[in-house]
């Protein structure tokens, strides 16, 4: 910054998606700011506080929450997590602070040269302007249903999911063999054991778009048909003679949501191009993270976090004159919940299977207990 934040002239931090990406550079940056260390520190030198910054964090996102999205197999097939699964902005205790303000609307357009927002409020006609001194941009991409929600709105939400539920009673129909429908499937099937659960992919094997060793999708398969569900490949199904059957679609052709930023940060699908330390457009001013950004490899929630303590971390460094982090690259790998049974590859380790890695993976709800305790979300800030 050219002049250094006040108490009446704060450092204007805007962050674009309440997610995985969104959230960990929000609690980080915050942390930082306060006078911590952030959170994501590996072993934290409590004895070593940061320099505070008066800080004015605005967090703008479409849905009035949180969603876990690597829940949504699971938010979508039990009641009993479908709730749970999405907190209201409200009760995201860790950004109860007032320095944080959430805005529940959706982003219009981005000025990288005047460094500002422009965007429309849910409820609202008229579109507001917000200047920034940093940006960070974690909208995330734009999934079809049932592979997620479409509501805006947690009540919305409930309804949508609720609707659906309901009609898991009769033979369900899984179409499409990537992760969200073998986790789907098996989750109905799991869920719902007296339903005859089919899952049909035109691939000749699962997870045929993702750049995993084939002795891994063998292990996927086998453990999918253990499950009780039946495997189709090489088959496309006829959608319009579903017949008695519920079909869901779990096929999934995400885009990008970025629309609202200048084409010549973007490449021709619509990835946001970063550098290493995560900005973009010529400028250590804005930055973006998460599953909006070109990177190699399979895009996962951990990296997505990763990539929000790194964001934040060289917001701060950028404000103090420290040395930037580097993200380095996305750790190839994918984990699996299918049924009972967890699945997960990577270099290192090779392929893991059983309750075990489920447990490790997972605990008993795809994740949520994980993520939530990670960011450490729950904890009043300074506690």
């Known amino acids: 910054m050219e002049t250094p934040a006040t108490p009446s002239n704060p450092l204007r931090v805007i962050i674009i998606g309440a997610s995985y990406g969104g959230l960990s550079a929000a609690v980080n940056l915050l942390d930082l700011c306060t006078g911590r260390p952030a959170r994501f520190t590996p072993s934290p030198p409590s004895h070593q506080p940061t320099t505070p910054i008066p800080l004015e964090l605005t967090i703008l996102d479409e849905r009035d929450g949180f969603f876990h999205t690597i829940g949504a197999p699971l938010a979508l097939t039990n009641p009993k997590y479908t709730s749970p699964f999405w907190t209201h902005t409200s009760d995201i205790t860790a950004l109860q602070h007032p320095s944080v303000k959430f805005i529940h609307g959706s982003a219009c357009s981005i000025d990288i040269h005047s460094q500002t927002l422009t965007l429309l409020a849910s409820g609202s006609s008229s579109r507001k302007t917000l200047p920034y001194d940093y940006l960070i941009v974690a909208s995330g991409l734009r999934r079809a249903w049932p592979v997620v929600p479409q509501a805006l709105r947690k009540s919305d939400y409930l309804d949508e999911v609720a609707a659906h539920i309901s009609r898991l009673n009769t033979d369900v129909v899984v179409i499409g063999g990537g992760a969200v429908g073998v986790e789907t499937a098996t989750e109905v099937k799991h869920t719902y054991p007296l339903l005859n659960v089919t899952l049909i992919h035109s691939r000749s094997e699962l997870l045929s778009s993702e750049p995993l060793p084939d002795q891994f999708k063998e292990r996927v398969l086998h453990a999918v048909r253990e499950a009780g569900v039946k495997v189709i490949l090489n088959t496309r199904f006829d959608l319009e003679e579903p017949g008695s059957r519920y079909v869901i679609k779990a096929i999934s052709r995400p885009v990008p949501s970025t629309s609202f930023l200048p084409g010549q940060v973007l490449d021709k699908e619509g990835y946001v191009r970063v550098t290493e330390l995560l900005n973009f457009g010529d400028s250590k001013r804005q930055f973006a ?12 929630c951990s990296s997505a976090m990763q990539m929000g303590y790194c964001a934040a971390v060289n917001i701060y460094r950028d404000v103090t004159g420290g040395e930037y982090m580097a993200m380095g690259e996305v750790y ?9 049974t967890g699945l997960y590859w990577n270099p290192d380790d ?12 997972f605990d008993d709800d795809l994740g949520w207990t994980k993520c939530w305790e990670y960011m450490n979300l ?6």
């Open 350 to 361: 090779g392929i893991v299977v059983g309750e075990e890695a489920l447990k490790e993976m």
């Open 332 to 340: 190839p790998g994918m984990g699996l919940a299918v049924g009972k």
């Open 289 to 300: 993270v998460g599953d909006v950004t070109v990177v190699k490899g399979i895009k996962r």
């Open 378 to 383: 729950g904890t009043p800030h300074g506690v």
